[in-house]
């Protein structure tokens, strides 16, 4: 098996008995061990009259086993011991996976292994559980992207499986005459979840043979009857379905362009990755691309090639275009660019220049491999091996043996016209009304046949003198060099150390290579007083963030594909660059993005359309998740400096360009700089970066201009309720209680008893009592005061009761601490202690926890250390003294309470059994502010 030289983990396959395919990986340096299982069964196998049992099974595996009967007991011993745990089901294959503390491992594989073996699919839960199912189905009615499947599924071969509904609800799993759930349920486990379609994945510290014993132990038993799975023998389209213009209303206010070609399936070519380089060129974002013409039209935002959904028998090779609204009125003319460039392709055999050029990225990839966590490195492997031969389960992702121009001939072939579809997506379609209304997730689309004529047009377009490939990519490194240490005092674990210091320029660095791998971070915040006067200055630091990306995007787009990645982003203070990746050529870089940063130069059309832009994306948060929004809604009143969606909007349609002119110099006059230089970085490389800062920010830089950013006080108000109207939304319910400090005892009090109510919560509001698929308790810190969230989402039943719902489990939740277990409480305190002591897995975690202290001011970098301490010397006594004095009398004490409702009339039911304040705004203006 090829491994990365960067990897030094050890490796065994074996074959079961059953013939269940297993890896083991022993991981020296990890706390935790994990494991994942994956099945060859999806919504594929699904029967035509119980769609979605695939998924309800799976739903199902978690609710008690022989030996572990209660439904919540998995889930608890998981949390308990510091462990995750989640699965999923997809077209093809199913997979389950968790990590927990090494100690408790085996444990946990007893527990995880009895899925396979012994599961009860009793009939208490099936009943309860389809509730769930359904509540996931609804929760997703507004997601566009599980809209456009549901036309997808209604506009190809119905007799290919992809036709079904995947996800299932309360009426395709309900009662039918003549047949039982549960016996249905039983036996399409007893068909599918075979031995032989199997693989499973068990990492951690414990020693090959330890794995080895708890693979045979648990998952030797799993049957198998040694019937291969059965073939697709349907193809995804029919002739009839091709040469189709699909028009599909969103729920929100995005306008795109899908070019959709049909291929078989490509997974034979993985050691050569053809399709790859073809979504290399027609993705491409330098001059001469596709989206460098639509972008000088102003008839597009971005583009992305290559994705689409593929299966063992399929392929949909997808062109995606985000339009602007004057592209969304050119189509036609986008669609024949797209074939001028097809066409530039196949005028002669591609120069083998682009393979070597992703050759080389794919090679750099995988010598430096980034480590991954436990967790997420079984979840990966465990479908590798799915599709993989052993030798590649590590490499087959990266793997690019040379190029084939005979394959990439081949699929240029099915990138005709006549092998089409395309689908637009537009809030304002067509002039008639639609003609579909697709069944499962009620979306309005039209189907038209394009004529023969256009089709022939396209496949004709000509030459454009605008459109060529791309040059000779002059930031790839073939071999880039772990630099030097140059300083005695430096080790792996010496936390970055402050090398200047003066006059508002603050700047840390820390040379480190201890992940072997050549890449470093840099992270600029910039503190700008001007940028937070007003809603007005925010939302146009906001726009202003988005014009730059864009402006940067062509220029320095080769930086980009040869793994130097850079990105702009506000904080409520200002903004951030942040740069990443290879080392060895960011430094050339950074003076060219701090240019353009400066010179802000930007034409009233590019001004117009990103204007326009912007308000859309803020009006979409109207269609998100009922508890998304209470939450964003929770983050605007707490925090003053982030303004909410509603407000922004109301502040940004009144901008004129002149006005925007004007306020981007500003931004960067009276500045603040802090700054962290992190990885295969010299020390002499820091003092050139300093050096280039100084110069570019000459003249703007003063301590005075750190800004503080405050949240809002409510001790001693009492509960405050925050009605919020969600028409056409489901019901949703979240309530708040933000702590009055923030040491360090405090926060490990809040994280405790966070970790001690969740699991119960969970099982109490989603598996008992039903109310929906999204509930949850929540360590919520906000501008570092830490804060504990109860919330609820709930297709069917008011927020009100869902409140009242809560306010009685925590009114309980002492009585739930005065009996647990001495033995529980030790290890769930061990269980979060462990979780905090997780060693870092690779450069960017590493990098992202020393900047998240800069931010918070501690630069000390042993606050989490501090903080372990304190949770490891509290007492379960100390959690209930500090919830009877937080949380005792719930709804008298310090919160906020946001609430759902549909409409009037529901509001006015709502004002009969909860108190809501007069003058809300009013109230909260007038809290004190806490830094």
């Not at 925010?538 to 990306?549: E, N, V, W």
């Not at 489990?809 to 002492?814: L, Q, T, V």
């Not at 002591?837 to 800069?854: G, H, P, T, V």
């Amino acid at each position: 098996m090829k491994k990365s030289p960067n990897d030094a983990k050890q490796y065994q396959t074996i074959t079961l008995g059953n013939g269940l395919r297993a890896l083991l990986v022993h991981n020296p340096e990890s706390n935790k061990s994990a494991a994942a299982l994956a099945v060859n069964v999806g919504h594929f196998d699904d029967p035509t009259h119980r769609q979605g049992l695939a998924h309800f099974l799976e739903h199902m595996l978690f609710l008690g086993t022989k030996n572990f009967p209660d439904g919540s007991e998995y889930q608890q011993f998981i949390n308990q011991h510091g462990g995750s745990n989640n699965a999923w089901t997809a077209t093809e294959h199913t997979c389950f996976f968790f990590d927990i503390g090494h100690q408790h491992f085996s444990s946990a594989i007893e527990r995880f292994g009895e899925f396979f073996t012994a599961p009860l699919l009793s009939e208490e839960f099936v009943n309860k559980e389809r509730k769930n199912i359904d509540a996931e189905f609804k929760l997703k009615l507004k997601d566009d992207i599980r809209r456009l499947y549901d036309v997808h599924k209604e506009t190809i071969n119905q007799d290919h499986p992809f036709a079904k509904f995947s996800v299932g609800s309360s009426e395709t799993l309900a009662d039918k005459d003549g047949y039982n759930l549960r016996e249905e349920l039983c036996d399409f486990f007893q068909a599918n979840y075979q031995a032989n379609f199997m693989t499973l994945v068990l990492e951690g510290p414990q020693s090959l043979t330890e794995l080895e014993n708890l693979a045979n132990n648990h998952f030797s038993k799993v049957k198998s009857n040694g019937i291969s799975k059965a073939k697709i023998n349907h193809p995804l389209y029919l002739p009839k379905h091709q040469q189709k213009w699909i028009s599909v209303q969103p729920v929100k206010n995005d306008q795109q362009l899908i070019i959709s070609f049909a291929m078989p399936s490509i997974d034979k070519f993985y050691r050569q990755k053809p399709e790859s380089i073809l979504a290399y060129l027609i993705g491409h974002e330098g001059p001469g691309s596709i989206l460098s013409l639509l972008k000088s039209k102003q008839w597009a935002l971005a583009l992305t090639a290559g994705s689409g959904i593929n299966g063992s028998n399929f392929k949909d090779f997808n062109i995606s275009i985000s339009l602007s609204e004057l592209g969304a009125k050119n189509i036609t003319a986008i669609v024949s660019i797209v074939f001028s460039y097809l066409n530039l392709l196949r005028k002669e055999p591609l120069n083998e220049q682009y393979y070597q050029e992703k050759k080389s990225l794919a090679e750099l990839s995988f010598s430096y491999q980034e480590k991954l966590s436990p967790l997420d490195s079984v979840s990966q492997l465990v479908i590798n091996m799915q599709h993989y031969p052993e030798q590649d389960y590590i490499f087959g992702d990266y793997v690019m043996e040379g190029q084939n121009t005979a394959t990439l001939t081949a699929l240029l072939e099915f990138m005709v016209a006549s092998n089409m579809r395309i689908i637009s997506i537009d809030k304002d379609g067509p002039e008639q009304p639609h003609s579909n209304t697709s069944k499962w997730y009620q979306v309005p689309y039209t189907v038209n046949d394009i004529e023969q004529q256009q089709i022939e047009q396209w496949q004709q377009a000509a030459y454009l003198p605008e459109l060529s490939l791309p040059n000779k990519n002059p930031y790839i490194v073939a071999r880039p060099e772990l630099v030097k240490d140059d300083s005695e005092k430096n080790n792996n674990l010496t936390p970055p150390a402050i090398i200047y210091q003066q006059s508002g320029l603050n700047v840390w660095f820390k040379h480190d290579t201890s992940f072997n791998t050549p890449k470093g971070y840099i992270y600029l915040s910039i503190d700008s007083p001007a940028v937070i006067e007003s809603a007005s200055t925010i939302a146009m630091t906001r726009l202003f963030i988005d014009l730059y990306s864009d402006a940067v995007t062509e220029e320095h787009y080769d930086a980009e594909l040869a793994g130097i990645h850079y990105h702009l982003y506000s904080h409520q203070s200002g903004l951030t660059l942040q740069l990443s990746g290879i080392s060895t050529k960011q430094e050339q870089l950074l003076p060219l993005l701090l240019a353009s940063l400066m010179q802000g130069k930007f034409c009233p059309n590019k001004f117009e359309l990103f204007k326009q832009q912007l308000l859309s994306h803020w009006h979409n948060a109207e269609n998100s998740k009922s508890i998304s929004q209470l939450f964003a809604s929770l983050s605007a009143t707490m925090q003053p400096k982030s303004p909410s969606s509603q407000t922004l909007i109301n502040a940004l349609e009144k901008i004129e360009f002149q006005q925007f002119k004007s306020f981007v110099p500003r931004i960067f006059e009276n500045t603040a700089v802090d700054m962290l230089i992190h990885g295969n970085w010299s020390k002499q490389s820091a003092d050139k970066i300093i050096t280039d800062i100084k110069q570019v920010f000459a003249g703007k830089l003063s301590e005075s201009n750190q800004v503080q950013t405050p949240c809002i006080d409510i001790q001693g108000l009492g509960a405050i309720t925050l009605p919020m109207e969600l028409p056409e939304h489901d019901h949703a319910a979240l309530l708040y209680y933000p702590m009055a400090n923030k040491d360090l005892r405090t926060v490990a009090l809040t994280m405790l008893t966070n970790q001690l109510l969740s699991p119960t919560f969970f099982q109490e509001m989603r598996t008992e009592k039903q109310y929906g698929y999204l509930v949850g308790v929540g360590f919520i810190p906000i501008n570092r005061y830490p804060g504990i969230a109860f919330y609820i989402q709930s297709p069917h039943t008011d927020s009100v009761t869902l409140t009242k719902a809560m306010d009685d489990f925590i009114a309980r939740s002492n009585n739930y601490i005065t009996n647990l277990p001495a033995e529980h409480w030790q290890h769930l305190q061990f269980g979060l202690a462990s979780q905090l002591q997780e060693k870092d897995s690779n450069l960017r975690i590493k990098s992202q926890r020393y900047w998240a202290a800069i931010c918070n001011k501690e630069a000390s970098f042993s606050q989490k250390q501090k903080l372990i301490s304190i949770i490891e010397s509290l007492s379960i006594n100390d959690v209930a003294e500090f919830l009877q004095q937080n949380f005792h009398g719930a709804e008298s004490k310090d919160r906020l309470a946001l609430l759902s409702y549909e409409n009037g009339a529901q509001l006015e039911q709502m004002a009969k059994s909860i108190t809501i304040n007069e003058n809300i705004e009013t109230l909260l203006k007038k809290c004190q502010r806490k830094y």
